[in-house]
């Protein structure tokens, strides 16, 4: 565990590259305990990569990355005990068919954490409700609507008590009326001290949760600023011309 | 609907699918009539020898009630036939327990180790006053059936690794796989039956011999392993990235990842396909005849090889291959209904 002092995650210095593509330049971010940070940037600004290295999804090539105390290398017991600590959330949800929602719930507490069975169902309940859908815990993932999809997986991503959520851009794969519902959950998430990074572009979102903003282009972190100078007053010329685009003066 | 407007709805809809519809009907009366002449008016039924079916001039099927022994056991000592029967019946009633999906738990393992070392023991004897039967003498259907059930049931978990393995990101094993499946696809059975049989114990030290029956068996499992392993990883290719994702981002390790995300959805994809193979190997189970043991095809071969016999053949064949197409019907009905089960609920 970290003092209340120490970042829960941090990058120092992260460098990646997809063959001879430098997705991430430099990258470094300090994350504070109960901190909720979104990143945004246009389309291959590395975003996306940068939260999945977080969780080791990818492999850093350069640099170091701490999340909660524990360094990612090539540990593979410590990556599988970070992964528990991290709860991610996925643009295309990826929700398991072959299971239920509630057998998409109790899976990772019961394999993985060693919950008996009767306390990871009562937890997983309890996560429906808080996310609405306690009624569809028999259905399959198939049967849902993809609000109610990635409500699950924000669930599911809960249920084995992270520390911190990723959220990968969880509303651009949603049908416009179905984004409100999600974006709900994550803010009730925010209100209770969540520890979250989000990649989104619902900047009214960002505006009204986020304590820093985090703006990236190219590879590189342009800008981290409280969402209050980052929207009113950007600094970086990119950043400008980026809000400039999306929210469309 | 009734049945006059339903023959002119599916029969006579139009100009061509009323010729087709006639000219069907007059081939079907040029073949049914003496077919069913053949089979039953003329046929020869119940005991009797070659010339009662001389005379009767149909079908034989005397040949059955004579032979039928010889034909499902092939030489297995007379007085003891009540072994492999009993043993078929058991491995009948593994298979059918196995068919049942409330029975898909770890204890089936057991269950199959458990019914496939009795039935060794039925087989063998040589325990609890049990004459021993050498296996050069095991034959007819029994042979098939251990030969098919225990190459499928072996080379199915092996298939698995084989396909993990050639998708996997260690060059050594993903070296051996591809080498593996690439050289095994690459020649045909016959020759890896004849290598196990044959080649194999001139490697053995001497003194030291594997029995026949093992070796065809090891062919075939090694053999039906590298063409399932295809087929499982075609499935494996199916499955999104994503899932694979969500699986390592909730700390699953990578069997658990494989085991309970991966696989159960891979392999339900590829049901069609795998079946198929299960069925090529239980009709390949035919081949071993070359390397000197009688299964159901040369038990019945060899029933047919007493001299008064001889002209009835085709009655012999016929039977022999309603015993095939019996369990092969099965296994594909099976998979028809397994993937109708598999996909309720979902999607």
Redesign the interface.
């Known amino acids: 565990m970290t003092s209340p002092s120490q970042p829960i995650i941090e990058l120092r210095d992260v460098n990646k590259w997809f063959g001879a593509f430098h997705v991430l330049k430099d990258v470094t971010l300090e994350v504070a305990k109960g901190e909720r940070v979104v990143v945004c940037g246009p389309s291959g600004s590395g975003k996306s990569t940068m939260i999945r290295c977080i ?3 990818e492999e850093h090539q350069g640099g170091r990355i701490v999340v909660d105390g524990v360094e990612l290398a090539d540990d ?1 017991k410590a990556i ?2 970070v ?2 600590r ?3 959330v ?1 643009q ?7 299971l ?1 929602v509630l057998e998409n719930l109790t ?2 507490p019961v ?2 954490a060693g919950v008996a069975p009767k306390d990871a169902e009562a937890t997983a309940m309890a996560l429906l409700e808080r996310v609405r859908i306690p009624e569809q815990a028999g ?5 849902l609507s993809g609000g109610q999809q990635q409500r699950v997986a924000i669930a ?2 809960l249920c ?1 008590k992270p520390a911190v959520m990723l959220f990968d851009e969880p509303t651009s794969a949603l049908d416009p009326e179905m984004v409100g519902e999600v974006l709900d959950v994550m803010s009730g998430l925010a209100a209770e001290g969540m520890t979250m990074i989000c990649v989104t572009h619902e900047m009214g979102f960002a505006r009204a949760v986020a304590d820093t903003m985090v703006f990236m282009d190219e590879g590189r972190i342009v800008e981290v600023a409280p969402p209050a100078q980052f929207f009113d007053h950007p600094a970086n010329e990119r950043t400008k011309r980026f809000l400039g685009k999306i929210i469309g003066h | 609907m009734n049945p006059s407007s339903w023959i002119k709805a599916n029969l006579f809809n139009s100009p061509v699918n009323s010729l087709l519809t006639v000219l069907a009907l007059a081939l079907l009366g040029q073949v049914v009539p003496p077919l069913v002449d053949w089979a039953v008016v003329r046929a020869s039924w119940g005991p009797g020898d070659p010339e009662t079916c001389r005379r009767a001039g149909g079908a034989c099927w005397t040949l059955l009630t004579e032979k039928h022994r010889l034909m499902l056991f092939g030489v297995y000592p007379y007085d003891q036939h009540w072994r492999p029967l009993l043993a078929m019946a058991l491995f009948v009633a593994l298979l059918a327990v196995s068919a049942n999906r409330r029975f898909w738990r770890p204890w089936l393992g057991g269950a199959w180790l458990l019914t496939v070392v009795v039935i060794g023991i039925l087989m063998w004897g040589g325990v609890l006053g049990l004459v021993p039967v050498e296996t050069s003498q095991w034959g007819g259907l029994p042979l098939t059936l251990v030969i098919a059930v225990l190459a499928i049931a072996m080379a199915f978990p092996f298939s698995i690794l084989l396909a993990l393995g050639r998708r996997s990101e260690l060059p050594a094993i993903k070296a051996l796989s591809v080498g593996y499946i690439e050289l095994v696809r690459g020649v045909p059975l016959v020759s890896v039956l004849f290598m196990a049989s044959v080649m194999f114990p001139l490697f053995l030290p001497e003194g030291i011999t594997i029995d026949k029956v093992l070796r065809a068996l090891v062919g075939m499992t090694l053999f039906t392993a590298a063409y399932l392993a295809e087929a499982v990883r075609g499935g494996l290719q199916a499955i ?1 990235k ?2 694979f ?2 699986a ?6 990578y069997w ?1 990842g494989m085991r ?2 991966v696989l ?2 891979a392999l ?1 994809l590829v049901i069609p396909p795998i079946v198929n193979q299960f069925i090529t190997c239980f009709k390949d189970t035919s081949l071993v005849t070359i390397v000197g043991l009688y299964d159901l095809l040369a038990a019945t071969k060899a029933a047919l090889n007493d001299p008064g016999w001889r002209p009835f053949f085709v009655e012999g064949y016929l039977a022999a291959a309603a015993v095939y197409f019996c369990f092969c019907f099965f296994m594909s009905r099976y998979s028809q209904w397994l993937e109708r089960e598999l996909a309720k ?3």
């Open positions: 969780n080791r999804l593979v599988e005990a992964r528990r991290v709860g991610m996925f295309s949800f990826n929700l398991f068919p072959h239920t899976l990772a394999r993985v259905k399959f993932p198939g049967q599911r991503a084995l | 999104p994503g899932q994702e969500a390592d981002a909730l700390g699953l390790s658990q309970l995300i159960p959805q339900r609920g979902t999607r």
